[in-house]
């Protein structure tokens, strides 16, 4: 357990996510930051009220105040506008950008030590905006998507073949938008490769629901867009860090010649621990997925190109 954590924007993916940390119980304090006056202040204290029921001891509140989130060890920021149908992640970009940017700036007064997993879309291009802004290392500044992309993936896999998702082993790596690139070769069922249990063409519907995954859920929704599985997955990263459990999950990371790219975030295999990002995995890919990996980082810089 670490003392304390905040989540900056305490809306649909930040309350939830704050819900999850305490639950888990992976820090002393969890602190809702959100500019809306009163309602992370609501949000914190229901949470809180459902400890006795759920029996958990993490104190949970809400505030506007950046002085409550004082020397955080890890600072989830989910603060921004999220999609609605029709808009793709990249409209979100100018306004979440000065959002990021200034959320980034109070961190770095307030939590100069902390971890920031990125949360806000376009994620990518959010995680650049917070690093440059911030000066943090690479190993501070996480970028929350592949855990994500990867879950879903791996939800439709396992109904296609009507098995338990623990068993089914996947990843996704590239950004976090239409051009992520999930990895068929790397996809096992408890060992067995999936191309063993399923045909090519099924494989491919699934790695294409997957890529879409998003827009399903922002599609049926109508006034926003997806915020339990989303949660789950900055919990989960969240506590590779607190527990130190050197998990290898997919991350949006600032890839330093890994993969041969540089200066862009990216999402790539990555050991999460104590000390945050510890390492980038490079592992061999085809031809073809090196391709789409390299499509995918041109996405990536085509919309930091659009930063104002
Ligand atoms: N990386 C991913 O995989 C992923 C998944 C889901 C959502 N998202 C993104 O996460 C973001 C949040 O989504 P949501 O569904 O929770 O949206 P939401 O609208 O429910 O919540 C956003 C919250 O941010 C707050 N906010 C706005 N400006 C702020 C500021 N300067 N400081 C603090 N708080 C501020 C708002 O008041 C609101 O409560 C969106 O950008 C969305 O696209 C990313």
Known sequence: MVNKITVVGGG???????????????????IIIDIAEGVPQGKGLDQWE??????????????????DTANSDIVVITAGIARKPGMSREDLLNTNAGIVRSVSEQVKATSPNSIIIMVSNPLDVMAIVCMKTTGFPRERVIGMAGVLDTARYRSFVALELDCSVEDIQALVLGGHGDTMVPLA?????????LSQLLAADRIQALVDRARTG???????????????????????????????????????????GEFGMSDLFLGVPCKLGRNGLEKII?????????????????AVRETVALLS
Not at 282 to 297: F, N
């Open 50 to 67: 459902s400890a006795p029921i759920e029996g958990w001891d993490t104190r949970v509140r809400g505030t506007n105040d950046y002085a």
């Open 282 to 298: 490079e592992v061999e890919l085809t031809d073809e997925e090196m391709a789409a990996l390299t499509k995918s980082a041109d």
């Open 214 to 256: 998003g827009a399903e859920i922002v599609s049926l929704l109508k006034t926003g867009s997806a915020y339990y599985a989303p949660a789950s997955s900055v919990v989960q990263m969240v506590e590779a860090i607190v527990k130190d459990k050197k998990r290898i999950l997919p991350c949006s990371a600032w890839l330093q």
């Open 12 to 30: 649909n993916v930040g309350a939830s996510a704050a819900l999850g940390l305490a639950q888990r119980e992976l820090a002393k304090e969890v």
């Open 185 to 193: 070769s790397y996809t096992t069922v408890s060992g067995i490769p």
